[in-house]
């Protein structure tokens, strides 16, 4: 059976199409895709994101474990910022792609994807086994205890000032929440409760997470949206966050990224820090560094009008259609661009930018183009700096 995000009767309230996605009914849409694609997009859209895991890691011995355990290197991190990182297996496939957060000197909050709570934390619990050496931490699964909600677009700053004054009591800290920047991380006080903020952003767009016990959950999120109306803000669902996800060419777990494909092929070597030391899958990482990938991840748009990519479809050579090249990993109709685009892997020798492949979709292998990421590139904002 589904779980509940602690606002499933107000999203019903508020007209939302319920879906099962990751274990947790979430809303689909309220109204249009494409109207809270382009709202947050244009004002800001006010996304539920409680179905998202927390897990916490504290100790003298915490940093040490999760650099073992990912990617990325937490000694970057001071107190006050996250990182994107990603979490291997041994054969360097992704087990989830997920932020942490160094939110005190010696505890840090990773937050992970809905349909990878469970794998991530048997995972991790597999690891504390495999290294007795490593001790001094202490691992925490709290994804039951928090509400957590996704404030995006380029009003987002007016809307949230007016709802979180004063500064922050941890984290990074800062005077009013507007001073946040790109991958920070804070907590403050709202009605007596402790919420935390960062600002990360799955979408392009200037925002921010803000992630609270459930108590708060409904009030913080009435409040938003009565601050955010005249201003343009609407609630919005998964289908508008996968369509504004794909424009910026962000990877979705389950479709660009799999424990079969590492973060090389996926194009995310940019978070491997091959410079500090062991880490789960690195032995694989170096060879693939060494010799190359057979596959890369590609983004495309499609050159003319007509269905969408969808997951699935082959990607073949344009003029030789029956000579598959790779799939599309997502397909979706681009609000922004008024056109197809996708993201797919395909064989390393045909992933120049630029390049022209077919998508075969309902017989027809339609004309597109391999482009660079992102797909849509929304103005600079503030949280990007």
Known sequence: MSQLVPLNEVHKQLGAKMVEFGGWMMPLLYNSIVEEHLATRQAAGLFDISHMGEFVVSGAGAADFLNYCLTNDVRRLAVGQGQYTLLCNERGGVVDDLY???VRPQEFLLVVNAARIDADWEWLETLVDRCPAM????LRNESADFAAFALQGPRSREILAKVLPGGSIGGALVTEVVQLRKNQWAGFVLEGEPLGVSCTGYTGEDGFELLMRPPLAEA????????????????????ARDTLRAEMGYPLYGH???EETTPLEAGLKYFVAFDKGPFVGREVLERQRAAGVSRKAIAFKMLEKGPPPRSGCPICRVDRPDETLGKVTSGVFSPSLKIGIGMGYVRSDCARLGERV????RDR???AEIVSKPIYRPPEAPCKS
């Open 135 to 138: 001790d001094g931490f202490r």
């Open 256 to 258: 660009e990224l799999d």
């Open 358 to 361: 077919g998508v075969r979709i």
């Open 100 to 102: 942490v957060f160094r």
């Open 365 to 367: 292998a339609a004309p």
């Open 220 to 239: 913080l999120w009435r409040r938003l949206l009565d601050a955010g109306r005249p201003f343009g803000l609407k609630p919005a669902g998964l289908g």
